[in-house]
């Protein structure tokens, strides 16, 4: 997850002003910076693809766009030869550091404060009052915003090594843990220790969101991201010589997980056939297919996985919104103000479910069906 946005430095600017005196070009590396930036392209190499092009701009004393064409265009291409060369130089947005776990908690935890204040509100519209402030109503939205962190940090983690399944199965496991323990600590604390008015729960947003503050200031972030200086190259990788099959597959397998867009089924047939062929030839995966990445890269797409496995999750959710709001119909009748809320997520979730499986009807047309694979 990067810690600020991308953005062309003075050095750079200036370097891509003295090749040719024109701002277009610098306007032409900026786009590029930050389409390479969208992309997850690790800021260093991205400065230094850019930088690659200055050089050439100022010897051949044409525009990028005359060389390369659209800024656009160019980081795209490069993209892809990033990713079909097996580079390690993509960011991964949901992969947090500790740093950026306790970061993200506590601001997570500051939002849903006001969350909590705004709750309080609404209570006043039936004429009823607003819950006491106690200990477990302090640390709930602490402890709810570090689950959300934990569930990011299993789905990361999990969904390169297992299959959609499993990692659906440990995601569910770990918000049951969390739902459990959130309940087994924050229950005791509501009967024990010091009370005061629901109001002074306003506080709870400026209180965690100056601890953020506090802990950034505290714990500087890297200076730079933990990347190699500059891009390297497959032949550096590995540099060691051949890579055994058995690690080339298991690095192929975990970059097609990691896509989200093939079924196992056809991750497991098509490994096969790729190390079938190579023993025919005679030859290592490595030297048949180069990179595990770059031929992950190369495969070309399921488009009933997705929208299939969204329309699952969505589908999941609107029943738990709707369970709940059942629940909450029956427990607590005096504020019906929750149940606004409750059907409003019914219908958001319910219209997302119905989108996703259009788009998975679609693609299950005749003309669009791949010829592998059909469960998630």
């Known amino acids: 997850m990067p810690e600020e946005a991308p953005s062309v430095s003075s050095d750079l600017e200036a370097l891509f002003l ?12 900026r786009r590029a910076i930050m389409t390479l930036a969208l992309h997850d392209v690790q800021i260093d190499v991205a400065d230094t693809a850019v930088r690659d092009v200055a050089d050439l701009v100022a010897e051949s004393r044409e525009s990028p766009e005359e060389l390369f064409g659209p800024a656009d265009s160019w980081a795209r291409r490069r993209v892809a030869e990033m990713r079909g060369e097996g580079l390690p130089v993509f960011e991964d947005p949901l992969r947090m550091g500790p740093r950026q776990t306790a970061v993200l908690t506590l601001c997570g935890a500051a939002a849903l404060s006001g969350m909590f204040v705004v709750s309080n509100v609404f209570a006043l519209l039936p004429g009823r009052g607003v819950s006491e402030l106690t200990l477990g109503y302090g640390l709930a939205p602490l402890l709810i915003s570090a689950a959300i962190a934990l569930l990011i940090t299993v789905y990361t983690r999990a969904v390169r090594r297992f299959s959609f399944g499993v990692t659906a199965v440990l995601c569910a496991g770990a918000l049951a843990l969390c739902s459990t323990s959130i309940a087994l600590i924050i229950m005791p604390l509501a009967e024990i220790g010091p009370r005061a008015n629901g109001w002074w729960a306003a506080l709870l947003v400026p209180f965690y969101a100056l601890l953020c503050w506090f802990l950034m200031q505290l714990w500087p972030a890297a200076s730079s991201p933990a990347a190699p200086a500059s891009p390297v190259t497959v032949a550096q990788i590995l540099a060691a010589g051949d890579l055994p099959d058995d690690e080339w597959l298991e690095r192929a397998q ?81 504020q019906p103000w929750r149940l606004v809320i409750f059907a409003v997520l019914v219908l958001l979730c319910g219209w997302t479910t119905v989108s996703h499986a259009r788009t998975w009807r679609s693609a299950a047309m005749p003309e669009g069906r791949p010829q592998q694979g059909s469960t998630a």
Not at 18 to 29: F, G, I, K, T, Y
Not at 270 to 279: D, G, S, V, W
């Open 18 to 29: 003295s090749a040719r005196q024109e701002p277009a070009d610098v306007l032409w590396a």
């Open 254 to 334: 975990a970059a097609l997980r990691a896509r989200g867009d093939l079924t196992e089924r056809r991750i497991r047939v098509t490994l096969r056939e790729a190390r079938e062929h190579a023993q025919d030839e005679g030859k290592t995966l490595i030297a048949e297919f180069s990179s595990p990445e770059g031929y992950a890269q190369s495969l070309p797409r399921d488009p009933r996985v997705k929208p299939r496995r969204m329309t699952l999750l969505y589908g999941m959710l609107t029943l738990v919104w709707a369970a709940l709001g059942i629940s909450t119909a029956v427990t607590d009748d005096g």
